[in-house]
Antibody
Framework: DVQLSESGGGLVQPGTSLRLSCAASGFTFNNYAMSWVRQAPGKGLEWISGITGHNTATYYTDSVRGRFTISRDNSKNTLYLEMNSLRAEDTAIYYC??????????????WGQGTLVTVSS | QSALTQPASVSGSPGQSITISCTGTSSDIGAYNYVSWYQQFPGKTPQLMIYDVNRRPSGASIRFSGSKSGNTASLTISGLQAEDEADYYCSSYTNRATVVFGGGTKLTVL
């Protein structure tokens, strides 16, 4: 069975940093693009970042570009999201998801359970 | 990167068919066949129901189907059941190599 498990969320102050991890199992990790999607409390889904299966390219939505960095370690079957200069509006549940495609981070087939990030003073 | 436009809510009676629209632009839905639809129950993780406009992932109900015309994609649920009551989100790949979601549609089964 495919499993995705996020960790690293928590309560942090504005302006600080946090690193999320997503451990993957049950599929050939480097065959699929991966994404981070977030959902603020009571709001809709927002795609924030993606990375190709073979780590050849990374993509970001405008609101996080320059502050967040996505990466992956295919030898450890793990996806990461380094988040810097956190703002109150970054408060959300952060999900990792695997794409059905190698390059295009669309079609998120499997999702983790999510990790809550709360940015507040 | 503007969100795709979905109706805030739709409703239908058991056994009926309903369609949820998702309107984008020539930079996203109109440019690629990478439209997906997700179902999300309150407090639960989203589930992929349709991908690449009209393909169903393994395990998805055949009552769910997708289509696209120009800059608008649609999700149709036939033979509506009470268990279909949930929030539905569309998404599309864009010409900036990003993914954009719609605002979500709450489906009520009357």
């Amino acid at each position: 069975d495919v499993q995705l498990s996020e960790s690293g969320g928590g309560l942090v102050q504005p302006g600080t940093s946090l690193r999320l991890s997503c451990a993957a199992s049950g599929f050939t990790f480097n065959n699929y693009a991966m994404s981070w999607v977030r959902q603020a409390p009571g709001k809709g889904l927002e795609w924030i970042s993606g990375i190709t299966g073979h780590n050849t390219a990374t993509y970001y939505t405008d609101s996080v570009r320059g502050r967040f960095t996505i990466s992956r370690d295919n030898s450890k079957n793990t996806l990461y999201l380094e988040m810097n200069s956190l703002r109150a509006e970054d408060t959300a549940i952060y999900y990792c998801a695997n794409s059905l495609h190698v390059v295009v981070p669309a079609a998120a087939e499997h999702w983790g359970q999510g990790t809550l990030v709360t940015v507040s003073s | 990167q503007s969100a795709l436009t979905q109706p805030a809510s739709v409703s239908g009676s058991p056994g009926q068919s309903i369609t949820i629209s998702c309107t984008g632009t020539s930079s996203d839905i109109g440019a690629y066949n990478y439209v997906s639809w997700y179902q999300q129950f309150p407090g639960k993780t989203p589930q992929l129901m349709i991908y690449d406009v009209n393909r169903r992932p393994s395990g998805a109900s055949i009552r769910f189907s997708g289509s696209k015309s120009g800059n608008t994609a649609s999700l149709t649920i036939s033979g509506l059941q009470a268990e279909d009551e949930a929030d539905y989100y569309c998404s599309s790949y864009t010409n900036r190599a990003t993914v954009v979601f719609g605002g979500g549609t709450k489906l009520t089964v009357l």
